[in-house]
């Protein structure tokens, strides 16, 4: 009889074949950034020239996507938590309504909403030119994973017994808000911020309808260099897309179990 | 004091205010649309043959993903949730990294592979066969989509597999149930619900992916593509408000449904 933990071996033997698939891509693309000639491969020798090159040609793209990024973080933070403290704790079924009405910019394809919103205010060429009309775009498609995300840590009980205690202490609503709630959902607005942050780096399928010529952001500069540039500054310059993201994924997985030892799954 | 609910009214009123303007009158007015073309241009992606073949494509690779994304994120989760070894954070975390990679760098990803200089070009070269590529019709597009969906699979079933109840594996077995009865009574049932779940976000990602085909050129048609290159190339934008509705109504349809269907516990998938 098979030791219950025994797997048959096609199980690993798949599991190494996916994980080649999924793997491979990203070395060969890591790879392709760093050497001098991506067909003579790592025997033409390593350079940082192309990186250079796309400092040059794409610079202004990753600095534009990290700013917007960041605005999008705060302008979630402003929008979305009072919004998700308000979605804890009301019943009614407005709420309930709104909050569905909330997560459709996810459940849509993302093109959908960059349409509606070209066909509703291109006509308003400062608004359409700059990069506030992409910021909107990224502020609705993120705005429900922050809402969700600190909403669930708004739900547990132990805070609605504290938020109790301290009304009953006195303390008024922004006393309660600001020293007692936020400080309690700290690591959920931390980690929905991360979340924001990764989303907007990333997001290209609302962005390439939304953006200009002088409107650019980092996966729309990718697509270009994609389309138009030798195969090594294109890999040079998903790397770069890697180091703007990577930090920050390992932030989200180390502050995911952070939470998880404080309070459990 | 404020009574509460005017309080709770105060704390929504910014996002409720910004998703209005931003989001649902813009898409009531992308609703509106169509119909100053007339009412038949509602019904476009079934009356004109070509975005009919559009919309069957995106259906049909869209469903085929869905399922081998199923099969093979379902294999390997329950596979890495069983088996222990060093290194298997740091395996898992490279498996979900592409998550939040925009779909364009996966469609240079399948460039990299198939493409004209890509590494089966080469090895099939190597071989004698000559430079396959396969990178810009189905098949690329196909590998794009599974590449971007596995990871999800992946990274749920192993979560899922991971919290299933070992007790009842090990009483099916000392049974004496086959493998092939365990998965069919033991893990299928158990993984039903994250099945479910994790079938329709596959399903609702791929029918809207525009950046993996855009990157890809493929001469394969899509949705997406075809609504993008109606309101770019040809501004035909009530066309394009039209195959957008169909678009958003069938991945916010199988959402909602399978929502419901598997209920809450499924949600956070």
Avoid at chain 2, 53 to 64: A, H, P, R
Avoid at chain 2, 85 to 102: E, Y
Avoid at chain 2, 205 to 225: E, H, N, Q, R
């Amino acid at each position: 009889m098979s030791h219950p933990r025994q797997l048959p071996l096609l199980l690993p033997a798949l599991t190494v074949l996916v994980s080649l698939f999924m793997i491979a891509p990203i070395a060969l693309s890591v790879m392709a950034g760093l050497v001098n000639n991506y067909s003579a491969g790592l025997a033409s020798g390593l350079t940082l020239r192309w990186l250079g090159e796309v400092l040059d040609v794409y610079g202004s793209t990753i600095t534009a996507s990290l700013l917007l990024a960041l605005l999008c973080v705060i302008g979630s933070l402003i929008l979305g938590v009072p919004c998700a403290y308000a979605m804890a704790r009301s019943k009614s079924r407005w709420a309930r309504l709104f909050e569905e009405l909330l997560t459709l910019p996810i459940a849509v394809p993302g093109l959908a909403t960059a349409l509606a919103l070209v066909l509703a205010y291109g006509q308003i060429r400062d608004f359409r030119q700059s990069f506030a009309f992409i910021l909107v775009g990224h502020l609705v498609f993120t705005l429900p994973f922050m809402v969700r995300t600190v909403g669930a840590a708004f739900r547990r009980h132990e805070l609605i017994a504290l938020e109790e205690a301290a009304r009953s202490l006195g303390a008024n609503f922004t006393q309660r808000f600001i020293g007692v709630l936020v400080p309690a959902v700290l690591p959920a607005i931390v980690a929905a911020s991360l979340m924001v942050f990764t989303l907007s780096v990333g997001e290209f399928n609302l962005t390439w309808m939304l953006h200009t010529p002088l409107t650019r952001t980092l996966p729309v500069g990718l697509a270009d260099s994609y389309a138009s540039m030798r195969i090594e500054i294109g890999s040079a310059y998903t790397l770069v897309f890697l180091f703007v993201i990577l930090p920050v994924l390992w932030g989200l997985q180390w502050l995911g179990n952070l939470i998880e030892k404080h309070h459990g799954t | 004091m404020t009574s509460p609910s005017r309080l709770l009214s105060a704390c929504v009123a910014p996002a409720a205010a910004f998703f209005a303007a931003f989001w649902l009158l813009p898409v009531v007015r992308l609703f509106a649309l169509p119909a100053d073309k007339g009412w038949a241009t509602y019904f476009a992606v079934l009356t004109n043959s070509r975005y009919l073949q559009s919309l069957l494509n995106t259906l049909g690779l869209s469903l085929g993903v869905t399922l081998m994304t199923l099969i093979l994120g379902g294999l390997v989760g329950i596979t890495l949730a069983r088996l222990n070894f060093r290194g298997k954070p740091l395996l898992l975390s490279l498996l979900t990294l592409p998550l939040s990679f925009p779909g364009v760098i996966i469609g240079f990803f399948i460039i990299l592979l198939g493409g004209r200089q890509g590494l089966v070009a080469d090895v099939t070269e190597w071989m004698g066969l000559g430079r396959t590529t396969f990178a810009y019709g189905f098949t690329g597009l196909f590998l794009g989509y599974l590449y971007f969906s596995l990871p999800r699979a992946i990274a749920t079933y192993t979560a899922a597999a991971s919290a299933m109840d070992a007790q009842l594996e090990e009483a099916a077995r000392s049974l004496g149930a086959s493998r092939w009865q365990v998965a069919k009574d033991v893990w299928i049932p158990e993984l039903a619900q994250t099945t479910l779940a994790c079938g329709a976000i596959v399903f609702a990602t791929s029918m809207g992916a525009f950046g993996t085909a855009f990157t890809l050129a493929s001469k394969f048609d899509v949705l997406p593509i075809t609504i993008y290159n109606e309101f770019t190339n040809y501004a035909n934008f009530a066309l394009a408000a039209s195959l957008s509705i169909v678009l958003g109504l069938i991945t916010w349809v199988s959402l909602f449904l399978t929502h419901r269907a598997a209920g809450p516990a499924a949600a956070g998938a």
